[in-house]
């Protein structure tokens, strides 16, 4: 599971995702405006909004080809965010999205430095 890590090394680690994605040129995953991808920023509503279930344990994000390029070959990625509950499945994932999906997660830049 996820464990909290000293903000310096969190620093570094963006730090080397975005010198790689920069590195890769016309490969690079970018924002609609163009911009070098560095993140995205998902608001407190919206994650509220998918944990109010109290079936939901956690929750989902997936990559996904950003809505307005679709069937380009642009490298441009948004996010779907799912709730998720426990999987009773045996020897499935632990988890399943289910129930609502949020898109639309503004990009940074520039929704973030």
Not at 7 to 21: V, Y
Not at 56 to 61: D, E, L, P, S, T
Not at 67 to 85: A, E, N, Q
């Amino acid at each position: 599971m996820t464990s909290k890590i000293d903000p310096e090394l969190a620093k570094s680690l963006k730090k080397e995702f975005q010198d790689s994605n920069e590195a890769a040129g016309e490969h690079a995953w970018k924002t609609p405006d163009g911009h070098f991808l560095k993140g995205f920023f998902i608001d407190r509503e919206s994650i509220e909004s998918l944990l109010k279930d109290e079936k939901v344990a956690g929750i989902h994000v997936y990559f996904a080809k950003h809505p307005d390029f679709v069937g380009k070959p642009d490298k441009v990625h948004t996010l779907t965010v799912s709730g998720s509950v426990p999987n009773s499945t045996p020897g499935a994932a632990p988890f399943v999205a289910t129930g609502d999906v949020i898109s639309g997660v503004p990009p940074c830049p520039p929704y973030c430095n």
